[in-house]
């Protein structure tokens, strides 16, 4: 039998602190509110509270998948997180919530292809089980904590973004009728400069310069093609139907970025199949880079849309540019 990977559990937090549409018609002093609900469906988002970063996210997102799984912290065998706003430049946030769960027989390590950072690690969580042994239990994790990046004079950014966690857990299997089928890893690097956290790094270490100019916050450079995903994520799913042999009708659910509810729409649009097939979690929660797809995940199973069975096609996009895709049989 062949040995391979499938979704075990998933679980998910987010912060607290709920911040309405209303807030930032306040704090930048026109109505915004109505563009957001209007144009993208996001009426409130979580963020941090001020003593709560990215590793504590991650905990309570894998303290509730390890519950939803029915293991111990110690059954973990590797914990891999996906983020852009890490705990530390160096050492990795996988190390620190490795230790305060008590992995104590995990491996860890972090993984950054900006939001497109849960389906990557998702994609490498697989292959290590696939092609070793001694990985039974994977714990992926993507989590954002976009609020501690925020320009809050950019209206651009700060009614986005948001903050959240999402994880699962992938475990060894033999079943032929269940797990990983197939995936795809593409970048287009000529968008690089586009949008993203350009100081605090080698190429633009933090000055008081730097901070007083903003440049260690998230910034949109340049504008990104309009039809740059729905493009890009219809030919990913194209491409996952030619290597399944099937088509994009027989797919049960479409996990997708949230940055754009529009996007998704035109994808699901260019694919011929019904909107109501990628679920969408942007309206409470905001946009969650890498945590949005396992949030969408999460809420999809916790309220019986997603069931034992269906055929779930993961493709997120993100900063860089990156994209990843993977099929899952759940």
């Known amino acids: 039998m062949n040995r391979n990977a499938y979704i075990k559990s998933t679980g998910m937090y987010v912060p607290e602190r709920i911040v309405p549409n209303s807030y930032f018609d306040e704090l930048l002093g026109e109505d915004v509110s109505s563009w957001l609900a209007e144009n993208v469906q996001i009426y409130e988002r979580r963020w941090c509270s001020e003593n709560e970063s990215t590793a504590d996210l991650c905990i309570e997102a894998a303290k509730n998948a390890l519950q939803n799984a029915s293991l111990e912290a110690s059954n973990i065998d590797l914990l891999i997180i996906a983020t852009d706003t890490p705990e530390y430049i160096s050492p990795s946030t996988a190390s620190k919530v490795q230790y305060l769960l008590g992995m104590t027989h995990a491996g860890s390590f972090d993984v950054n292809t900006a939001c497109a950072g849960f389906v990557t690690a998702l994609d490498m969580a697989t292959k290590y089980i696939k092609a070793d042994q001694q990985y039974q239990n994977v714990m992926v994790i993507g989590a954002y904590a976009m609020s501690k990046y925020l320009n809050m004079t950019d209206k651009k950014t700060v009614t986005l973004f948001a903050d959240a966690a999402g994880a699962v857990i992938l475990s060894a299997t033999e079943s032929e009728n269940q797990g990983f089928l197939a995936s795809e890893l593409i970048t287009k690097g000529e968008y690089y400069g586009h949008m993203g956290i350009y100081a605090g ?123 990843a895709s993977a099929a899952f049989r759940y």
């Not at 290597?243 to 260019?270: C, P, W």
């Not at 999460?298 to 309220?303: A, L, P, R």
Request: overall charge positive; charged content about 20%.
């Open 201 to 323: 790094g080698t190429y633009q270490p933090i000055t008081e310069e730097v901070v007083a100019q903003k440049d260690h916050l998230l910034k949109f450079v340049t504008k990104f093609p309009k039809t740059l995903n729905p493009e890009m994520w219809s030919m990913m799913a194209a491409n996952l139907n030619v290597k399944l042999g099937i088509s994009a009708d027989q797919v049960d659910h479409y996990l997708l970025t949230q940055i754009n509810i529009n996007s998704i729409f035109e994808t699901m649009d260019r694919l011929g199949v019904s909107r109501a097939k990628a679920p969408t979690v942007m309206h409470h929660y905001g946009y969650t880079g890498s945590a949005c797809i396992p949030l969408a995940l999460h809420e999809s199973i916790t309220k019986g849309k997603v069931k034992r069975g269906d055929l779930m096609y993961f493709i997120g996009s993100g900063g860089g540019l990156a994209f």
